[in-house]
């Protein structure tokens, strides 16, 4: 395990210490220097095999980054067509002089928009890029509008009715889903309740206000005067809905669809092409396709007529330091899996007895949450042996699968590696044209993750 330690410890050594010289306080510099120690400790020394780990890793972010320029692209397009205005000019006069039950009712927007996409990305990238600005202009740093942002998110996509975490973790013990949603609905909103208040005791304070508005009449006036700039925002909201839910028996994944018609030869249609070249698959994943066709779907106002170039050269230029730290990040965990990081915690798993299987499976799938960043990868590598495990000494395949979904949930959110964090600090950055670390962003998260944890131990062992 001393080669999983050492390059985590180093990674944080160097975000955190800015006193280092040259490197201190360099996330990019924190990153690859964490992937070059990991193969290094796993005997890769080849540089042939180094630059293959970071494709590797690279093409398994590629989604990722692909959401970030395209999101903020995207974002770009919804803050000249108005849409951001008038979802927060209508936050801003109804609660204009109570700031701490504003982020309340933006914390439980994000989580009611987790629990019926499913997904904490699409639920930020939808729905959380409305609250950027507001935020902003309460004062609030980049840092903690996106902690915020990933925090709603993220426990809105463990809050049943679709809960991948949950239903997966039902699939891999065989247990009876519903059962296993019916935890959900007792423990998410304790957790919610519990981040609502921390959100109001760190990220507000008796300084907080909410810049006035000159504007006279109702707040639900804002709505009605500009709700043709709400259409591109519905749209996108009713087919990430359809791509991620089965409404009435009806599932339909429309972009997909589109491109899959497509020919490009006669056996060969450009969906699955994207989908089979390496890095570039980002592009086929189904929310980045969705954002895409929105935003062309933006250029299409009257309001954004000429305005394509200008839209699209913002959005890159906002991201471009996010998308390199994404990039980073891709060599990093390129190289967990080339130099055995992510084996070794395997592993350490699988040789535990019985007496420490508990404690040590939790670990591990923690472990790999801040690896990964991925809460799917923890279950799969870690919950598909350690779930069956705990059943076989005894215990309830329906505890043991909501046990394993919120150490999941848990661990994805912990630093280094979170994914959500990468993808939603590059569009806030766009947003509030400052630099935005995503690093500091996921020590702010590290509550939440450890209530999340804290709860999968209490129902491991109640």
Same mark, same amino acid.
Request: hydrophobic share 55%.
């Given at each position: 395990?001393?080669?999983?330690?050492?390059?985590?410890?180093?990674?944080?050594?160097?975000?955190?210490?800015?006193?280092?010289?040259?490197?201190?306080?360099?996330?990019?510099?924190?990153?690859?220097?964490?992937?070059?120690?990991?193969?290094?400790?796993?005997? /890769?020394?080849?540089?042939?095999?180094?630059?293959?780990?970071?494709?590797?890793? /690279?093409?398994?972010?590629?989604? /990722?980054?692909?959401?970030?320029?395209?999101?903020?692209?995207?974002?770009?397009?919804?803050?000249?067509?108005?849409?951001?205005?008038?979802?927060?000019?209508?936050?801003?006069?109804?609660? #204009?002089?109570?700031?701490?039950?504003?982020?309340?009712?933006?914390?439980?927007?994000?989580?009611?928009?987790?629990?019926?996409?499913?997904?904490?990305?699409?639920?930020?990238?939808?729905?959380?890029?409305?609250?950027?600005?507001?935020?902003?202009?309460?004062?609030?740093?980049? #840092?903690?509008?996106?902690?915020?942002?990933?925090?709603?998110?993220?426990?809105?996509?463990?809050?049943?009715?679709?809960?991948?975490?949950?239903?997966?973790?039902?699939?891999?013990?065989?247990?009876?889903?519903?059962?296993?949603?019916?935890?959900?609905?007792?423990?998410?909103?304790?957790?919610?309740?519990?981040?609502?208040?921390?959100?109001?005791?760190? %990220?507000?304070?008796?300084?907080?206000?909410?810049?006035?508005?000159?504007?006279?009449?109702?707040?639900?006036?804002?709505?009605?005067?500009?709700?043709?700039?709400?259409?591109?925002?519905?749209?996108?909201?009713?087919?990430?809905? %359809?791509?991620?839910?089965?409404?009435?028996?009806?599932?339909?994944?429309?972009?997909? #669809?589109?491109?899959?018609?497509?020919?490009?030869?006669?056996?060969?249609?450009?969906?699955?092409?994207?989908?089979?070249?390496?890095?570039?698959?980002?592009?086929?994943?189904?929310?980045?396709?969705?954002?895409?066709?929105?935003?062309?779907?933006?250029?299409?106002?009257?309001?954004?007529?000429?305005?394509?170039?200008?839209?699209?050269?913002?959005?890159?230029?906002?991201?471009?330091?996010?998308?390199?730290?994404?990039?980073?990040?891709?060599?990093?965990?390129?190289?967990?899996?080339?130099?055995?990081?992510?084996?070794?915690?395997?592993?350490?798993?699988?040789?535990?007895?019985?007496?420490?299987?508990?404690?040590?499976?939790?670990?591990?799938?923690?472990?790999?949450?801040?690896?990964?960043?991925?809460?799917?990868?923890?279950?799969?590598?870690?919950?598909?042996?350690?779930?069956?495990?705990?059943?076989?000494?005894?215990?309830?395949?329906?505890?043991?699968?909501?046990?394993?979904?919120?150490?999941?949930?848990?661990?994805?959110?912990?630093?280094?590696?979170?994914?959500?964090? %990468?993808?939603?600090?590059?569009?806030?950055?766009?947003?509030?044209?400052? #630099?935005?670390?995503?690093?500091?962003?996921?020590?702010?998260?590290?509550?939440?993750?450890?209530?999340?944890?804290?709860?999968?131990?209490?129902?491991?062992?109640?």
């Amino acid at each position: 395990m001393i080669k999983v330690i050492i390059p985590v410890v180093a990674l944080l050594a160097i975000i955190l210490c800015k006193k280092i010289p040259k490197i201190g306080g360099n996330v990019n510099a924190g990153l690859l220097i964490a992937g070059a120690l990991s193969l290094i400790l796993g005997g /890769v020394f080849n540089p042939v095999d180094w630059f293959a780990a970071g494709i590797d890793g /690279v093409d398994k972010l590629a989604w /990722v980054i692909c959401l970030s320029i395209f999101g903020s692209i995207y974002a770009s397009t919804q803050v000249k067509l108005g849409t951001i205005d008038t979802i927060m000019g209508y936050l801003k006069a109804r609660f #204009e002089k109570y700031p701490r039950v504003l982020i309340v009712c933006i914390i439980l927007v994000l989580v009611l928009a987790g629990s019926l996409l499913g997904d904490a990305i699409a639920a930020s990238t939808v729905i959380g890029v409305l609250t950027i600005g507001v935020l902003a202009s309460m004062g609030i740093s980049g #840092e903690k509008i996106t902690c915020l942002i990933v925090m709603g998110a993220s426990m809105g996509s463990i809050m049943p009715p679709i809960s991948q975490a949950l239903a997966l973790s039902a699939a891999l013990t065989g247990a009876d889903p519903d059962a296993v949603l019916r935890y959900g609905y007792i423990t998410v909103p304790i957790i919610v309740v519990l981040m609502c208040i921390y959100a109001n005791i760190i %990220f507000i304070d008796k300084k907080t206000k909410i810049p006035h508005q000159d504007r006279q009449g109702k707040p639900f006036d804002i709505i009605k005067e500009n709700w043709t700039s709400l259409i591109p925002l519905i749209i996108l909201i009713l087919i990430v809905v %359809f791509r991620t839910t089965t409404i009435g028996g009806v599932h339909f994944d429309l972009v997909p #669809e589109l491109l899959g018609k497509v020919m490009i030869s006669e056996q060969l249609d450009l969906y699955t092409a994207l989908s089979q070249i390496s890095i570039l698959k980002g592009v086929s994943n189904g929310i980045v396709l969705s954002i895409i066709f929105v935003t062309v779907v933006s250029f299409m106002f009257p309001k954004l007529k000429g305005e394509a170039k200008n839209c699209i050269t913002e959005g890159m230029a906002n991201v471009k330091t996010t998308v390199l730290i994404q990039i980073c990040a891709g060599f990093m965990l390129g190289c967990f899996y080339a130099g055995g990081q992510i084996d070794a915690v395997q592993a350490f798993a699988q040789g535990l007895n019985e007496n420490l299987l508990k404690i040590g499976g939790a670990g591990s799938m923690a472990l790999i949450g801040m690896l990964t960043g991925s809460q799917s990868t923890v279950q799969n590598v870690i919950f598909s042996f350690f779930g069956p495990a705990l059943i076989s000494i005894g215990m309830d395949p329906v505890q043991v699968a909501a046990a394993g979904a919120h150490l999941a949930a848990g661990g994805m959110g912990l630093p280094p590696a979170d994914l959500t964090t %990468f993808c939603v600090a590059g569009i806030v950055g766009s947003m509030v044209g400052k #630099e935005v670390d995503p690093i500091k962003s996921m020590i702010m998260m590290v509550p939440m993750c450890l209530t999340m944890i804290a709860i999968g131990m209490i129902l491991l062992y109640i």
